[in-house]
């Protein structure tokens, strides 16, 4: 009997244990194709992204070149070895604007994203817009072939090489001053600055190329170099100064006015509010993500204005504006039209002070600049109103007369309308062009100080022009639709891309709220594109919303 219930049990036992194994054996097959299976969703391919974004009721869109004008170019005096090498790590510098400072007063630029002060959340989000941004800027719209530039499309030319007895006249050679880096130049690009570099890629079409290999030598000098000289710039109704480094560069020095998450008073006219530092360093980026390529690169610092102003002035009038406040710090105040007295002054804290440094543009008795008044001009006055604020066939007027009646004038306007709007910009009077180039030429988007004001509020107004023209480049449709995807989102590619200026260490450049404002914008505008594609339609057109830009 105990024999039997013995062998009973050792059967159970043995049952039991293949039982079990049989279970974890099918677990494991189960488990193993979901342990392979990436937890990401894949993007989906480029050509159906092109695809996508060029299906629509009223048009239809194929990507095979270029008409005009060219979009990607590299710089004449690139070497066949960096445009290879450029090409291979654009991916990794993010279009040559990703900087490498590591030194001085800056934590590095290429530092993992501060968290502490903001949060986990935001540092992921960062990293995440890295990824997108690298996508972006490696999209075939970003990256369309282009015809080599011709030699009368550059704005300057170098001078021939010389002979020996004409060397001192035909070459680039410092004066002797102490302050200044004693360097020849002469035509053979190694020689150059980065500034100069910057100078001499200027083409008919934009100010530098998607993949400069000069963009990350030429921020670093921005944020890291001497600086020998600081005067006032004349013009303008708000305190500028022109700063000089030892390699004769300058740059365009604009001081921080008021905190990154202030917004402008509600009360105030768009002509008197604040010109903020930030803002010239967002619309860079901006621009740059927008694929123009048309405002000068600008980066933040951290200016010592004691050591880094006072001390090395020659401005008489502005060294007599500075004082020590109430609380020890230094501050000074200079001479302009507007906010230019002690109730307004800049002060450092004690001594640093955040600033917005642009590099300048050629001096004009080399490249002379055209100044256009905008015909979509504001009245500026408190109670008139301008000519396109109350004629609604405004733009047939205006597409009437030079230089919009023929060209793609109206479209590179327009170009700059989406800028503005985006950024929420009312203060657009002027635009300037280089004359070299007559009317067929980029307008440079200058002076964009009074950008991101207000986050809480849009103003639909600065899209007239494209309400009422209807006319837009069909690349950039294409690229706004780019940027609405979730995969290129213009909030995180932005985020991203500001990520990588110094003064992100500091604190980011735009706030969220800015950041989300961008992306509610740009939804505007494209509602405003596929109206006027809809009432073009209704009205039997054949398409000319779009400006084919695109072969």
Not at 55 to 83: C, F, M, W
Not at 380 to 407: H, I, M
Request: net charge positive; proline share 6%.
């Amino acid at each position: 009997m105990m024999l039997r219930m013995r062998c009973r049990s050792r059967t159970i036992c043995l049952s039991l244990a293949f039982i079990t194994i049989s279970l974890h054996l099918l677990l494991a097959l189960v488990s193993l194709p979901i342990h392979h299976q990436s937890c990401d969703p894949p993007l989906p391919p480029r050509t159906h992204i092109l695809r996508d974004l060029a299906h629509t009721n009223y048009t239809t869109v194929g990507i095979r070149g270029l008409a005009e004008p060219p979009t990607d170019t590299t710089q004449r005096y690139s070497s066949k070895k960096d445009a290879n090498k450029d090409a291979k790590g654009h991916m990794q510098t993010h279009s040559g604007v990703g900087l490498s400072v590591k030194e001085g007063k800056y934590a590095s630029v290429d530092m993992p994203v501060n968290v502490g002060r903001y949060g986990t959340n935001r540092a992921e989000s960062v990293e995440s817009g890295l990824t997108k941004l690298e996508a972006l800027f490696d999209h075939p719209l970003y990256n369309m072939p282009a015809p080599p530039i011709p030699e009368e499309d550059w704005l300057l030319k170098v001078q021939p090489k010389a002979k020996a007895s004409e060397k001192s006249s035909q070459m680039w050679v410092s004066a002797s001053q102490a302050d200044y880096v004693d360097g020849q130049w002469n035509s053979s690009s190694n020689s150059h600055p980065p500034w100069l570099r910057f100078h001499l890629g200027i083409s008919r079409w934009q100010l530098y190329p998607h993949r400069d290999p000069n963009m990350e030598l030429l921020t670093k000098q921005l944020a890291t170099h001497r600086v020998v000289s600081a005067v006032q710039k004349s013009g303008g109704t708000q305190l500028k100064l022109v700063m000089s480094f030892p390699n004769y560069g300058q740059a365009l020095f604009k001081p921080m006015k008021q905190e990154r998450d202030e917004e402008t008073n509600y009360n105030f006219y768009y002509f008197s509010d604040f010109e903020r530092h930030n803002a010239e360093i967002a619309a860079f980026h901006l621009d740059r993500v927008l694929g123009y390529r048309r405002i000068p690169p600008v980066v933040g610092r951290l200016v010592d204005v004691v050591k880094e102003i006072k001390d090395v002035t020659t401005d008489r009038k502005l060294a007599r504006t500075f004082f020590t406040s109430p609380v020890g710090n230094v501050c000074f105040y200079g001479q302009c039209s507007y906010y230019c007295s002690t109730e307004h002054a800049v002060c450092g804290r004690p001594r640093d002070l955040e600033a917005s440094l642009a590099v300048m543009l050629p001096d004009l008795s080399l490249a002379v600049r055209r100044t256009w008044r905008s015909p979509w001009r504001r009245s500026y006055s408190r109670s008139k109103l301008a000519k396109w604020e109350s004629e609604p066939d405004y733009c047939s007027t205006v597409t009437k007369t030079q230089p919009f009646n023929k060209g793609t004038r109206l479209v590179d306007f327009i170009d700059l309308v989406i800028l503005d709007f985006l950024m929420s910009n009312m203060d657009r009077h002027h635009y300037e062009t280089f004359e070299k180039f007559g009317n067929s030429t980029f307008l440079v988007h200058l002076d964009n100080g009074r950008a991101f004001g207000r986050h809480s509020k849009d103003e639909p107004s600065i899209l007239a022009p494209l309400e009422q023209c209807c006319r837009i480049r069909r690349s950039t449709w294409l690229r706004l639709r780019l940027l609405s995807l979730s995969q290129y989102r213009l909030s995180d590619v932005m985020r991203a891309s500001l990520s990588h200026d110094p003064l992100h260490s500091v604190a980011p450049l735009l706030s969220e709220p800015h950041l989300a404002a961008l992306d509610r914008r740009l939804k505007t505008v494209l509602e405003t594109v596929s109206r006027c594609q809809k009432r073009q339609s209704e009205d039997g057109g054949d398409g000319g919303v779009l400006y084919d830009d695109i072969a």
